[in-house]
């Protein structure tokens, strides 16, 4: 008997031990706290981390055009030069003595030159005698010829005298031997004036030959006057010279060293132009290329310099990518002030590039966003994403699936799901930025109620649909004081102000959970803005001040087991 009523109470001992570490359990997992965080106003600064390599913005090669012997050296690392600077010289004497020659073959050609000169003279002197030969001749020929014809006349009257016997044999014969005399030096000159007008025309052959020689002369002047100027040309560039202004950063050449030009010209010398201004340039992954502008602001560190940050702006972000291991990058290049020379060629920059910056946005952890209860936790977390900061759209006329009136689900108190709930997210930020009275909240939710069905909400952006706001604007205001319509209109004119920097970019969303009057996680979908690796922007869909859950909650429920005794 004793033994049936230990076993009795044992029994009704360990069914209470059960009951109570179960309903211990249950109270446990449902007192079991929330952690949340407050939406608050704050700055959010998007960035793009990588990094780079610190260079000159110019470095200009200097090499040698000749093959020689560096015989001096002029500069050595580090030193600072001037454009013409003589930076080292090869050994010059085979030069210069091939210049020696060349203007001697030169001197030469002149000379051949000069005689040909002198030759043109005599021939052209020559060509002038013979001009006046014949102009002399000429003039005797004339002479000959008149009295040629006065010995014709004489002999015509010798024979009529001889011929009746006044004159003597002898006259007559005079007369004949005299006019014959004349006839013939009448034939010599016709004879010297063609022997001279064909010494003209060797003499003008003469003068052509060797005007022709002079042209060739003056062509091999040229040719040894370009050989020469060549050779000076090769003289002086045995004396390596500094292009630009600047600091010799590399030097590739040792004294006595034969440098070897044959193929290419060697590089002796590296001169950064200017190292108060000098570059980086950055790798920028493809999916982080689109937010990298032109004139955005940089920071970036150096390992010889902890804890100092410099900064610097983006000049350029080249079309032209590359794949290293299979992932694609862009060169952006970044322009940096270095008065101090404190930032040296070579040097690894880690770079934060500010592709974003918003001051005074309502933000939440991003946790808020990656926090599911456990009968979601199946759902897929929105992807928080860094994207141009956009305003909303603007709520007259705007985009209606996207703007402040958008449909779906609302934010916070008495403008969730349902009819306008565009226009509920709407009006939750509007209660929370304009801190509305009791009063004015229950007015501007009678306004809301009373709106027609497809007046106002998520229609399609059409003349009623913007008639409908334009009341729903009328009406607001009208249960505003002045200082409320202020702000009222400031918010709506950020939704006009962005519109058309949203254009064309996708609108990124993400759902949060908030604790409903029973203590219970609600969704609620949010449009997401700028990410800084900690906080989120919220364009639309959270007012500021609103608490939303970061962590904790029951956790997920455990499979039925076995009686479990608590002892």
């Known amino acids: 008997m004793r033994y049936w009523l230990v076993g009795i109470v044992a029994a009704v001992a360990a069914g209470a031990g059960y009951w109570y570490v179960q309903g211990q359990e249950a109270d446990s997992a449902t007192a079991a706290a929330y952690r949340t965080a407050t939406a608050e106003r704050g700055t959010i600064v998007a960035q793009v981390t990588t990094s780079g390599s610190v260079t000159p913005v ?25 454009a013409g600077q003589v930076l080292a010289r090869l050994n010059s004497d085979q030069i210069r003595a091939r210049l020696d020659g060349a203007r001697a073959d030169l001197l030469q050609a002149r000379a051949a030159r000069q005689v040909l ?35 014709e006349k004489t002999l015509q009257r010798q024979k009529s005298l001889n011929a009746v016997g006044i004159v003597a044999g002898a006259a007559l014969q005079t007369s004949q031997t005299q006019h014959d005399t004349l006839r013939a030096q009448r034939e010599s000159a016709h004879a010297q004036i063609a022997s001279s007008t064909a010494q003209m025309a060797a003499l003008e052959a003469d003068q052509k030959m060797i005007r022709a020689q002079m042209i060739s002369a003056e062509a091999l002047i040229q040719q040894r006057s370009a050989m020469v100027r060549q050779i000076e040309v090769d003289l002086g560039n045995t004396d390596i010279r500094s292009p630009v202004d600047g600091v010799v950063v590399q030097r590739n050449v040792e004294l006595g060293q034969p440098v070897a030009a044959s193929l290419q010209a ?251 009057e029973k203590g219970e996680p609600s969704g609620q979908t949010v449009r997401l803005g700028a990410n800084d690796g900690a906080f989120t922007e919220i364009i639309s869909g959270l007012a500021a001040g609103a608490q939303v859950i970061v962590g904790g909650g029951p956790a997920a429920p455990k499979a039925a087991g076995g009686l479990r005794f608590g002892f």
């Open 58 to 82: 110019t470095t200009v090669i200097v090499g040698s055009q000749l093959s020689g012997q560096v015989i001096e050296i002029f500069a050595d690392f580090n030193s600072e030069v001037k």
């Open 117 to 151: 000169d002198a030759q043109l003279e005599k021939a052209q002197a020559d060509a002038r005698r013979a001009v006046a030969v014949r102009d002399d001749m000429g003039h005797q020929l004339e002479k000959t010829e008149a009295q040629l014809a006065d010995a």
């Open 266 to 516: 060697p590089t002796l010398f590296l001169v950064a132009q200017d190292l108060r201004r000098i570059q980086i340039q950055a790798n920028v992954d493809e999916a982080d290329v689109g937010r990298v502008q032109p004139d955005q602001t940089v920071s970036f560190t150096v390992n010889a310099y902890p804890g100092r940050t410099f900064d610097g702006k983006v000049k350029q972000v080249r079309l032209g990518s590359q794949t290293v291991q299979n992932v694609v990058i862009y060169t952006t290049v970044i322009e940096v002030d270095n008065p101090a020379l404190a930032l040296k060629p070579g040097m690894t920059a880690n770079l934060r590039i500010i592709t974003e910056r918003r001051e005074n946005v309502v933000r939440v952890p991003n946790a808020a966003l990656r926090w599911r209860p456990p009968a979601a936790a199946a759902e897929q977390a929105p992807t928080v994403v860094n994207r141009p900061l956009a305003p909303p759209q603007e709520a007259d006329g705007g985009d209606s699936a996207t703007g402040p009136f958008a449909a779906g689900e609302g934010g916070g108190r008495g403008g969730g799901r349902g009819r306008g709930g565009g226009i509920g997210v709407f009006i939750e930020r509007l209660k929370g930025e304009l801190n509305l009275s009791e009063e004015q909240k229950q007015a501007v939710d009678r306004i809301v109620a009373d709106m027609p069905r497809g007046g106002g909400g998520g229609g399609g952006g059409g003349g009623s649909s913007g008639q409908g706001r334009g009341a729903l604007m009328e009406k607001l205001a009208g249960v505003l004081d002045e200082s409320q319509r202020a702000k009222l209109q400031s918010l709506v004119g950020q939704g006009r102000g962005g519109r058309q920097a949203r254009e064309g970019q996708a609108v990124v969303t993400g759902r949060l959970y908030l604790l409903n």
